[in-house]
Structure formats: structure tokens, C-alpha cells
């Protein structure tokens, strides 16, 4: 199919761009920034631009991975948002029914399903969270934006038959946490795997299963995220004592991890479930926690991407 890639210079787009052409499809990237798998240089926000996108190169399917995401929350006004994940997504869904599209791949965040009281974890037991969660109260610009962008999404198919696919998914960024200092690096990164990040090549994989998906779906929203080792019955003893549950878990995990120099979290507040994405969307990332193990063990390379000088190429100037 050719598929209209957004965010085609980002850090997902660059994984997803050549997995797409493996898989035998035909790329047209879209990004404001440059990159090696951009051909059109421009905003999602710019209907114009769009249309003629879509007239140019015959676009069969969108993948709408492009847009404005935590980090840029500094950097842009709250407006912004809205014209780039409100008004773009809503330009791509009436592009893509316009021209009898049969499926639509939105990239989502898990980001959108934290409220405030969430995200303090001031609560007994870790917060499980799925597809049912609710009500939703985003904290911020990025996750109500990127709620309302799931709204328009679902009356795309409701209004129009395009089978729209949401992935919400959750921390994927090679870079360091912007509000936790320690542990930090890698060390966080691996502890996340348990709970709450997937590496970006399972993202891009969960894009491309998505894709295939669709038209049999209709509509779905899916938490996309590595498949947690603990089930709710775990919650209490997450918050009150994570080092026993991941030793009863992983009896070896906490030698592996002494001997690296790194900490295992004293405590989880928050799970996402992915178990949905496994049931129907037939996706379940290969990289989790136990891989990470697996690597400690073995001494081979660890199965995700660390670099605290990531920067995306919008915000590199020159
Ligand atoms: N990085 C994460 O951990 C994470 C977690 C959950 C969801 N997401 C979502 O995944 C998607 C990709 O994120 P990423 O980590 O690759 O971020 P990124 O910033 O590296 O990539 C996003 C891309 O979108 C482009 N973009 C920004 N405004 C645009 C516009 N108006 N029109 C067209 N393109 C525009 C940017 O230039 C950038 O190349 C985003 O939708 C983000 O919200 C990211």
C-alpha cells in the first residue's frame, strides 16, 4: 500500500519507515523537520497541504505518528497543540474518508490515562490501567489533545466506516526521564520495562500489526506497552514492597542487578495492561523485563536504546 507516514523524521518514524518498506509498502513520509524518510516537508495543521498530499501521491493509508508530545510542552503554546494533534488529525481522518480509505493508524499515549492523582501515587496500591479505565482527566496539553484526537478517531469510523486504530503507547524515548534523576539511564529505562516503556522497535511493530488489523477492528483503542510480569492481584504489595514481588518473579534479578550497580524500584504506583493489544490485536512487544534479564545474564548488548543527548530534529536548528 503507499502509506502516508506523519512524523516521519521523529524517533518512531525513523524505526516504522523501513519496517513498512520490508513489509512491501510504499512510504510517503510527512514531517515539519527533515529526515531520510521524508518527502514532504510540512504541518499535518495545513490543510491545504494535506489535500495535495494525498492527490500527489495516491495515499492508500495513514500511520498519524507525527505531532506535538510531552517534551514539546516547554516549547510550544498550548494552541499549538491543538492545531497540530486536534486539527491535523481531524485534516488526515477527513483526507482518508474523502478518498474511501479502509484504515487509519493513530499514534497515541498512554500519557492521556494520568491524572494528577495518578501520577502523585498517593494511593495504597499501584493504579492498574487498561482500556477500561476511566474517567479519564488527562494532566496536561499533550494528553487532552491527544484524548480529543481518540474522539475524532472513533466518529471516523462511527460517521464514515474508516477503520481508525489508536495505539496507546507508552514510554518509548531514548533520552533521560525529564522529572526523575535517579535511578537514571539505562537503569531506569530497565526498571520501566516492568511496568510502564517498550522499546521504540516494538512500537513500530505495533503500528505495522495495527495497519494489517484495521479493517477487521472497525475501531479500537489498545494500551501498547511491554507485557507486565504482575497481575492486580500484585497492586498492594507494588506499592508497598516492589523488590519482594520482582524477587518472587525473578529470583536472580536482584543479584544481576547489584552486580551492574543498579537499583530495582523500592515501589510502583502504576501498571499498564497490554493484555488487550495480545487478545485482539493479535500484538504483544518481544522485548520485556525478562529479555533484559536474559542480557545482564549474558553479558550481551541491552535490548533497548539509551542516549541522553536525543534531540529531535525540529528543536536542532540550523
Ligand atoms: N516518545 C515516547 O515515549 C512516546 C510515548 C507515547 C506516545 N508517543 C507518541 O509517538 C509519536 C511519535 O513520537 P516520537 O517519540 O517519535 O517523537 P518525535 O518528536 O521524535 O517525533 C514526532 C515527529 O512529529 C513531527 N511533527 C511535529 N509537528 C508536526 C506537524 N505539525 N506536522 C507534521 N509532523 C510534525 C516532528 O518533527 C517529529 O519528527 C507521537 O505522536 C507521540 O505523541 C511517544
Not at 127 to 146: C, F, H, M, Q
Amino acid at each position: 500500500m503507499r502509506v502516508l507516514l506523519t512524523g516521519s523524521s521523529g524517533w518512531l518514524g525513523r524505526f516504522m519507515a523501513p519496517m513498512l518498506r520490508r513489509a512491501g509498502h510504499q512510504v510517503i513520509g510527512l514531517d515539519v523537520a527533515p529526515g531520510a524518510d521524508t518527502q514532504v516537508l510540512g504541518s499535518v495543521a495545513d490543510r491545504a497541504l494535506v489535500d495535495r498530499v494525498f492527490a500527489e501521491h495516491g495515499i492508500e493509508a495513514v500511520i498519524h505518528a507525527g505531532g506535538l508530545h510531552k517534551p514539546d510542552i516547554v516549547r510550544y503554546p498550548a494552541q499549538t497543540f491543538i492545531d497540530v494533534n486536534v486539527t491535523g488529525t481531524l485534516n488526515l481522518l477527513e483526507c482518508a474518508a474523502a478518498a474511501g480509505h479502509d484504515r487509519f493508524v493513530f499514534t497515541s499515549t498512554t500519557s492521556l490515562m494520568i491524572s494528577q492523582a495518578i501520577r502523585d501515587e498517593g494511593g495504597d496500591s499501584a493504579v492498574w490501567l487498561d482500556e477500561t479505565s476511566g474517567p479519564l482527566a488527562p494532566r496536561n496539553i499533550y494528553g487532552v489533545t491527544k484524548l480529543a484526537a481518540e474522539g475524532l478517531c472513533r466518529i471516523a469510523h462511527a460517521e464514515h466506516g474508516l477503520a481508525t486504530v489508536v495505539l496507546r503507547t507508552s514510554r518509548f524515548f531514548p533520552e533521560d526521564d525529564d522529572t526523575h534523576a535517579t535511578p537514571s539511564g539505562e537503569n531506569l529505562k530497565a526498571n520501566e520495562l516492568l511496568h510502564r516503556r517498550l522499546t521504540v522497535e516494538d512500537a513500530a511493530r505495533a503500528h505495522l500489526r495495527a495497519l494489517e488489523r484495521a479493517p477487521a477492528i472497525g475501531h479500537g483503542v489498545f494500551v501498547v506497552s511491554a507485557p507486565t510480569p504482575f497481575s492486580p492481584a500484585d497492586a498492594a504489595a507494588l506499592k508497598a514492597d516492589a523488590p519482594g514481588v520482582i524477587a518472587r518473579l525473578f529470583p536472580d534479578a536482584a543479584a544481576l542487578y547489584a552486580a551492574r550497580g543498579w537499583t530495582l524500584p523500592a515501589t510502583i504506583g502504576r501498571v499498564y495492561d497490554a493484555g488487550l493489544a495480545d487478545r485482539v490485536l493479535g500484538f504483544r512487544c518481544r522485548t520485556d523485563f525478562a529479555v533484559v534479564l536474559d542480557a545482564l545474564r549474558t553479558g550481551d548488548p541491552l535490548p533497548f536504546v539509551h542516549d541522553p543527548d536525543y534531540l529531535p530534529t525540529k528543536e536542532r536548528g540550523g
